[in-house]
């Protein structure tokens, strides 16, 4: 049975109803070569081109969201760095996806079933008042400006927020860096540990061992650490050799992903259903 054939079975069975001759029969009666064959077939028919249209659309999103980011560094950089906020500048370019989302009415598909209704009989009535963002929706209707609006303004939304959350976290990672480092010198200052020897620099990454006497230190200097909830904090620092900080990347996005659900759980979202098909 080749795959057009399997196709065409596969149509004109649609709908057909079990008959008498099938009676009786199972999975198991069926020749194993007949079901691998069947298995084979189905997939590819069904199971190869949902996940081509899979990655070509993942593809093309991760390209659009590539585009967009490198555009607005471009911008920044050339226009607004020397008069604009970087956090400010993401926060307009959020806005801005807003907007562009709310003008061809894609913002409310976000919307639960209920309001989603109501609303379509508000617009409706706006229409007819004569409200400029009705007929703003009305000409973005059915049309390519609805799609690309669509395109732009969520990956607008995604790059600006992502944006911020980099941002944020990398100022966080570099007040902590600092913290490390300003508290370390002031205990090594104080306590006349020797700063010319290896395990001191060890600390600083020249080295890609971590000696057993760098560790040790790393333990002598944090008794001296105030105040002492924060020493724990401090010897994580002191003995991570390639300061990667991985744990802290994960715990990050671990409180934004708790954020997320419970303010997503407040309105009737649930974050595990994000991608299940409405």
């Known amino acids: ?155 607008l939304v995604y790059v600006g927020l992502h944006r911020l959350s980099d941002q944020l976290y990398l100022d966080f990672m570099s007040s902590l860096d600092e913290w490390y480092l300003d508290t370390r010198d002031a205990i090594v200052e104080v306590q006349n540990f020797p700063k010319n020897s290896t395990v001191f620099y060890s600390w600083e990454g020249t080295s890609m061992y971590f000696s057993e006497a760098a560790q040790h230190t790393c333990l002598a200097l944090k008794q001296y650490v105030e105040p002492t909830l924060l020493q724990g904090l401090f010897e994580y620092c002191c003995t991570d050799p390639f300061q990667d900080w991985i744990i802290f990347e994960m715990m990050y996005n671990i409180l934004f992903l708790v954020i997320g659900a419970s303010l997503g759980a407040s309105i009737g979202i649930n974050i595990l259903q994000l991608y299940d098909e409405e």
């Open 1 to 155: 049975v080749k795959l057009a054939e399997y196709q065409q079975q596969s149509q004109r069975c649609n709908g057909c109803s079990t008959s008498s001759d099938n009676e009786g029969l199972s999975y198991q009666d069926v020749p194993w070569i007949h079901r691998l064959k069947s298995w084979f077939l189905f997939d590819c028919h069904y199971t190869l081109p949902s996940c081509f249209r899979l990655v070509i659309t993942s593809t093309c999103h991760l390209a659009m969201y590539g585009v967009l980011e490198a555009t607005s560094k471009m911008i920044y950089q050339r226009v607004f760095f020397h008069f604009m906020n970087l956090y400010v500048f993401h926060g307009c370019q959020v806005l801005l996806g807003l907007v562009l989302l709310r003008a061809n009415g894609y913002l409310w598909q976000f919307l639960d079933k209920d309001a989603y209704k109501t609303l379509k009989f508000d617009m409706h009535n706006r229409f007819y008042l004569g409200f400029l963002d009705a007929r703003v929706l009305a000409f973005f209707k059915d049309t390519v400006y609805h799609s690309a609006t669509n395109t732009i303004g969520f990956c």
